[in-house]
């Protein structure tokens, strides 16, 4: 057997190990893409709750909460009213001044019924969720550094052009995407989040 054959065998284990290594390699950051994908669709799934949990809690009590707390009790054990909003036209004399603007409309809210929040804000049925758990970010994987972490949130108000405004914002500060940043120039790429400190809206960073 010839030196170059010897070398050429011996070389055989290597390039198997090699080959090996970059399909383990690749492999992996596809199951971490996956994995990453499910966590953060879970993550978008639980802000869209409390998303709609806040805003049903401002129509109520005029202002956002940033007690989770205070949310779940809302959620679990307050209702809200069920009103039915009535466009009434009326017609105006020829001999009234007003005439040359058309017809008035008087608009009449009447309180039809009370409905508990669980069952009226929200599109699935919701009613044996965990609530206990609803400050905590849904991890996919496993984490022993991540149980439990909470979402971070805020609500106050904020003046703008001398108006005070309601504003909020909740974040996933601990997302398994460890190229999240809210250091990004780029929105989507920041922690998962919705609304804002400093402007009124309740979109999503997803959307």
């Known amino acids: 057997m010839t030196k170059t054959r010897i070398f050429s065998i011996s070389l055989i284990p290597i390039i198997l190990i090699l080959g090996w290594l970059l399909y383990d390699g690749i492999a992996s950051k596809i199951r971490l893409a996956e994995a990453i994908a499910a966590d953060e669709q879970r993550v978008i799934a639980k802000l869209k709750i409390i998303r709609d949990a806040e805003k049903a809690y401002l129509t109520k009590y005029g202002s956002y909460t940033n007690?989770?707390?205070?949310?779940?009790?809302?959620i679990?054990?307050?209702?809200?009213?069920?009103?039915?909003?009535?466009?009434?036209?009326?017609?105006?004399?020829?001999?009234?001044?007003?005439?040359?603007?058309?017809?008035?409309i008087r608009i009449e809210i009447d309180t039809i019924g009370i409905e508990p929040v669980i069952t009226s804000v929200f599109e699935t049925n919701l009613t044996d969720y965990n609530w206990d758990k609803l400050a905590v970010i849904p991890r996919f994987v496993s984490d022993p550094n991540n149980q439990d972490k909470k979402f971070e949130i805020f609500s106050d108000k904020i003046e703008k052009s001398g108006v005070n405004i309601d504003v909020i914002e909740v974040i996933d500060k601990y997302p398994l995407d460890e190229t999240r940043s809210d250091e990004s120039e780029i929105p989507k790429r920041k922690f998962l989040r919705f609304g804002s400190r400093t402007e009124v809206t309740t979109s999503g960073n997803w959307e």
């Not at 007690?67 to 809302?74: A, E, M, V």
């Not at 009326?90 to 009234?96: A, E, G, K, M, V």
Request: glycine share 2%; no cysteine.
């Open 67 to 74: 007690s989770f707390d205070t949310l779940i009790n809302f």
């Open 76 to 104: 679990t054990s307050d209702s809200l009213y069920i009103t039915e909003k009535t466009e009434i036209i009326i017609t105006r004399d020829r001999n009234d001044p007003l005439f040359y603007k058309g017809d008035s």
